[in-house]
């Protein structure tokens, strides 16, 4: 009792989004229902921990509800509500939804532009899909709004295009992005161009991406390498096999004719 009065929003967003993070849906409705009936008012913050708590545990039905209270109170949504939600319906699988909420953000007077965050929550959730044609808009959206991809971008988009069959324009877009905004890939897009073109049946270009990997000293992931190995084996690229093993295990072999 004589701590009750100490009881505040901060306080109650904090238990929410642990209850969030930890999966107990019914708590987080429980305590966000006591905190209402306590004639405590909600901020902007607590409830973004409420529509992230719904976004990681399924229940994105729940926020049109939840935006609709926001509006009663006189409280506008940010880049963090609306990133959030973003994420819950990509989560899910509902792209529609997740680009309808793109458009609001753009729309939102009050809110900032949609930054990196949310071109790439998108963009993961176009690869979970398969819609490779709204990824490249994406992309193309993101330059226009001036955001410079990053090589989390490029692996997306990679993996996205590798999906659909379009090897050739995954290596197109490492090249054009990387050369216009100057920074060079990592391991992550290395790797997602060789299971892209192993994918492709076409394990000769993988060995040169990692032959590329190699000489920017670039650690590609072992599994990767073994899937590397493999495919080469299985097309009958025995020495270049070899040689690639070589340099794996520190060998040093040097790179031979297919």
Known sequence: PQCRDQVNAVIFGSVLKGYGRARCMERVWSVFEEMLS????PSVVTYNAVVDACARNGQMEKVPELLAGMKERKLDPNLITYSTMIKGFCQRGDMPAAFNVLEDLKKDPLSS?????????????????GLAAEGEWLL???QAQGIQP???????????MGQSGRVDRAFELVDNITHKY?????LHVCGALIQ????????????TVYERAVRERLQV?????????RCLL???????????LRTMTGLHGSSAPP
């Open 182 to 186: 100057r920074f060079r890939m990592n």
């Open 140 to 142: 193309r959206e993101m």
């Open 234 to 244: 299985n097309a009958g690229h025995t020495l270049l096999a070899v040689s690639l």
């Open 113 to 129: 532009k949609p930054d990196e965050v949310v071109f790439n929550t998108l963009l993961d959730g176009c690869s979970q899909s």
């Open 150 to 160: 990053s090589n989390y971008t490029l692996t997306v988009m990679v993996k996205l």
């Open 196 to 207: 892209a073109s192993l994918s492709a049946r076409d394990p000769l270009r993988a060995a």
């Open 221 to 229: 992931e072992p599994r990767t390498c073994q899937h590397l190995i």
């Open 38 to 41: 306590r004639s405590i008012e």
